[in-house]
């Protein structure tokens, strides 16, 4: 495959089947956590910065994680702030909690989230878009 086949557009990676890529990516010695914090960690930022969510309410997210758990967070009412939004990370955080074995399975998802954030921040920076939610 050459470079130029490799690159994805925007509404590519919005696409993709995150909770399967945290499914099986968040455990040990999985072979798809490169696709997850690649693909997957651009795809969630795109989706949710087109939902308006600010890339602090994902980090916010990722610290409650590491604190309390991926079924702690899914219980949230809101995980991030807006009704689309908040299901759609729900549905993330659920996937996730449904291979947690440890508590490194919550940081792993934690630190996945908190990549998400930081490329919703340098995309923000980059298109210079103001907005979002939380």
Do not use: C
Not at 21 to 46: K, Y
Not at 57 to 64: G, N, Q, R, T, Y
Not at 108 to 115: D, E, H, I, K, V
């Amino acid at each position: 495959m050459s470079a130029a086949n490799a690159v994805k557009t925007d509404d590519e990676l919005a696409r993709l089947d995150f909770a399967t890529l945290l499914r099986f990516g968040l455990g040990e010695r999985s072979r798809m956590r490169t696709a997850l914090f690649g693909d997957g960690a651009v795809g969630a930022a795109v989706v949710l910065g087109r939902a308006g969510v600010y890339p602090r309410a994902v980090a916010f997210l990722a610290e409650i994680v590491r604190s309390g758990g991926a079924a702690y967070a899914a219980r949230l009412e809101e995980p991030v702030p807006g009704d689309d939004a908040g299901s759609t990370v729900r549905a993330w955080l659920e996937a996730g909690a449904s291979v947690r074995r440890t508590g490194d399975d919550d940081d792993m998802l934690a630190r996945w989230l908190s990549a998400v954030a930081e490329i919703m921040a340098v995309r923000r920076t980059v298109t210079g878009t103001a907005g979002g939610q939380g």
